[in-house]
Nanobody, 124 residues
């Protein structure tokens, strides 16, 4: 079992930055692929970014590539999402997710554990 708790969301102006954190419980954190997803009102949950168990490989949705950076600290059982050059269309609840295994997936159904989400609001 893995429990995930996100933090770091808030209100920011367009062009600003936020850093989300996801703290994980459990001794096997380093064996999980970690992902960030987001869900805007009235829309389906969508993939944002994922990182391999070692942190050596990352994958991003086209909409956030070159603006967002995913990273992890296995010693601290934490995964981060640095979000720069934020746009109003980035407004959503952001979720941290974990899946066992070594491959990236963009489908939410492939992930085993989820956090409760943190709200990010970008004003124009």
């Amino acid at each position: 079992q893995v429990q995930l708790v996100e933090s770091g969301g808030g209100l920011v102006q367009a062009g600003g930055s936020l850093r989300l954190s996801c703290a994980a419980s459990g001794r096997t954190f380093s064996s999980y692929v970690m992902g960030w997803f987001r869900q805007a009102p009235g829309k389906e949950r969508e993939f944002v970014a994922a990182i391999s168990w070692s942190g050596g490989s990352t994958y991003y949705a086209d909409s956030v590539k070159d603006r967002f950076t995913i990273s992890r600290d296995n010693a601290e059982n934490t995964v981060y999402l640095q979000m720069n050059s934020l746009k109003p269309e980035d407004t959503a609840v952001y979720y941290c997710a974990a899946r066992s295994g070594r491959y990236f997936y963009t489908s939410p159904e492939k992930y085993d554990y989820w956090g409760q989400g943190t709200q990010v609001t970008v004003s124009s």
